[in-house]
């Protein structure tokens, strides 16, 4: 699928009665690389989350290129094109990584695993280990190259550096900027790790408890720094 435009209006969403996103909106042009910012705790995953279909959606609408898929359950989304590496790392911990990465496969042929081995070098060394002998990076590769199997044409990205040495997040990043470079996805990154995440995107938006605060592009965002401090509250970027 080539990549696609996505929309999402006036989103409002949580969990049961829990109202976390209030009154969303932003856009994200084909081929776009969109990072989400915010301290811990303002809705970032619930965003992801909820334009996955895992939530309780309130209002909005959300639109992956021409289709409306606000009421679609989540295996018809991803199904029009959207693929979600969530926040928790998503490892089949008694399955190989070859067999973690057949699941992705979703009726392709076995020969399409090549792509997953040309991003991540690393998970063809390691295609007979177990999901629970892997290292943290390596598990965040394996749920990333699973998901790029489905091919999608909007990307989302929860936090994928967290906890991650830096020669890890310096290879996962370099890794995204590739798959960015062939213009086939769209791309929704999630990070704490501001710098990282600015570098690799053309777009930004902040949340602050939920709502839309801040939106422009990563030089705006560093050029700001007092709203750098105020909504991601560290001294500077460098
Ligand atoms: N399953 C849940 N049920 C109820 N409330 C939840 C649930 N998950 C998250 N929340 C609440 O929703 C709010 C937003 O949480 P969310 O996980 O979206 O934040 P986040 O920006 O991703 O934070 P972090 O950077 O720590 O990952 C928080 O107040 C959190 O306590
Ligand atoms: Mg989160």
Redesign the pocket.
Known sequence: MPATPLEVENLSA???P?R??DGVSFSVPAGARLAVL????????????TLAGQ?KRYDGTIRIGAADVTGMPSAARAHKGLGYVP?ARCVFPTLTVEENLFVGLKGRAKSALDEAYDMFPRLKERRRNLGNQLSGGEQQMLSTARTILGRPSVLLL??PL?GLAPVICEELMAAFAELAKTGDMTILL?E?RIQSALDFADHVIV?ER?RLAWAGTPKALSDDQDAVERLLGVGGLH
């Open positions: 949580g969990y049961g829990t976390v996103l915010g301290r811990n705790g303002m809705g970032k995953t619930t965003l992801l989350a939530t926040q929860d936090e967290e999630v704490q949340l939920g």
